[in-house]
């Protein structure tokens, strides 16, 4: 006797069912797991600036920084004319540059390119996107596309919880992107 006679017919349906959910949920769920969200094409930051996604309650105090400490272009002067894709040379004086990798020290952090956005206030954590382009691997250059026009660049100096030294670690410079 054929097994199909043995089943009842909605129990053949329900087990037909049965077996498409069990290959399309694991499929769903993989597929939300595996995309990023990151559309830039940058650099990638790879130190799990996610995690560090704390709220304000627990937040340590942020790191001491030197009076005398800075961040510069290296290699951009203010209204400069660039081309696409633009070579991007970060400075520090007084500071080391570290990983974003949640372990706090005086004196040290690590880079941020904001494209046409003022500097982050002091404390606040720094989204990634397409234009807040974290450096959390200690990255000290970098090549940006950027479309043609004027664009204000500014490189944000944040600790190693991605959170903003804000506008006393920043400097702006503004260049010409010519076609």
């Not at 097994?3 to 049965?18: D, E, G, R, T």
Request: charged share 15%; glycine share 6%.
């Amino acid at each position: 006797m054929h097994s199909a006679y043995l089943w009842p017919s909605f129990l053949i349906k329900i087990s037909v069912y049965m077996k498409r959910l069990f290959y399309i949920v694991p499929a769903i769920v993989l597929a939300a797991c595996s995309s990023n969200g990151d559309k830039t094409g940058e650099t990638k930051d790879t130190t799990g600036h996610a995690s560090h996604a704390m709220t304000t309650t627990e937040m340590p105090p942020m790191p001491e920084i030197p009076e005398n400490a800075k961040v510069f272009f290296a290699n951009l002067k203010d209204g400069q004319t660039v081309t696409s894709p633009v070579k991007v040379e970060m400075g520090v004086m007084a500071l080391s540059v570290d990983t974003a990798n949640g372990i706090l020290k005086s004196a040290s952090g690590h880079h941020h390119i904001l494209v046409d956005i003022d500097s982050i206030p002091t404390g606040e954590v720094i989204k990634k996107d397409s234009v807040h382009i974290h450096f959390g691997n200690a990255q000290t250059s970098a090549e940006i596309k950027l479309p043609a026009g004027q664009h204000k660049l500014t490189l944000q100096f944040a600790d190693a919880l991605h959170r903003s030294y804000g506008s006393r670690l920043a400097g702006s410079v503004t260049v010409n992107v010519k076609q």
